[in-house]
């Protein structure tokens, strides 16, 4: 069975820091690409990157671009998101999702709370 | 960017009547590849998103008869023929077309009436 497990959220103060952590199991972890895809209170869905199985390419929603880093550790299944310089508006739940190429993502995990407030 | 706009935000529905919902993209989601790459989620009430059809009008494992998706181009529809209550929740069309930059619509929002 595909788990996707996140972990790391919390609350931080705006311009702070919180590294994101997603355990995935239940399938093949280095052959897939992944993604992380956040969703505010009440709100919709926001893809936020992107990460080739190799690491060789990545991608960013212009939203996060220079203040998000996206990394995995294929030899412990773990895909992370570091996030700095954080702002009110990026408080989402943060859900990393496996990657199926052009038909989106299929497995989701259940989401960390990032909230960015004084 | 391709900006994706459904509708309506809100969908009060009756048991065992139909819904559908409206996604229009910015721009036509033809692949170079011929196919269409246009996908359906739904979000219930406390849950992670889960994928519901794929290209347009592929059913995803599991994923009841009830649940049809079409179109073409910039215009898709995404239709229950008969609504029921573990059908509440909030529908998102996702275009991969431009994978992988993945963008989501707004969100439809079904509930019983």
């Known amino acids: 069975e595909v788990q996707l497990v996140e972990s790391g959220g919390g609350l931080v103060q705006p311009g702070g820091s919180l590294r994101l952590s997603c355990a995935a199991s239940g399938f093949t972890f280095s052959s897939y690409s992944m993604n992380w895809v956040r969703q505010a209170p009440g709100k919709g869905l926001e893809w936020v990157s992107f990460i080739s199985s190799s690491s060789n390419t990545i991608y960013y929603a212009d939203s996060v671009k220079g203040r998000f880093t996206i990394s995995r550790d294929n030899a412990k299944n773990s895909l992370f998101l570091q996030v700095n310089s954080l702002r009110a508006e990026d408080t989402a739940v943060y859900y990393c999702a496996r990657d199926t190429g052009t038909t989106g993502v299929d497995y989701w995990g259940q989401g960390t709370l990032v909230t960015v407030s004084s | 960017d391709v900006v994706m706009t459904q509708s309506p935000l809100s969908l009060p529905v009756t048991l065992g009547q139909p819904a559908s919902i409206s996604c229009r993209s910015s721009?036509?989601?033809?692949?170079?590849?011929?196919?269409?790459?246009l996908n359906w989620f739904q979000q219930r009430p406390g849950q992670s998103p889960r994928r519901l059809i794929y290209?347009?009008?592929n059913r995803d494992s599991g994923v009841p008869d009830r649940f049809s998706g079409s179109g073409s181009g910039t215009d898709f529809t995404l239709k229950i023929s008969r609504v029921e209550a573990e059908d509440v929740g909030v529908y998102y069309c996702m275009q991969g077309t431009h994978w992988p930059l993945l963008t989501f619509g707004g969100g439809t929002k079904v509930e019983i009436k």
């Open positions: 290209k347009v009008s």
């Open positions: 721009q036509s989601l033809v692949h170079s590849d011929g196919n269409t790459y």
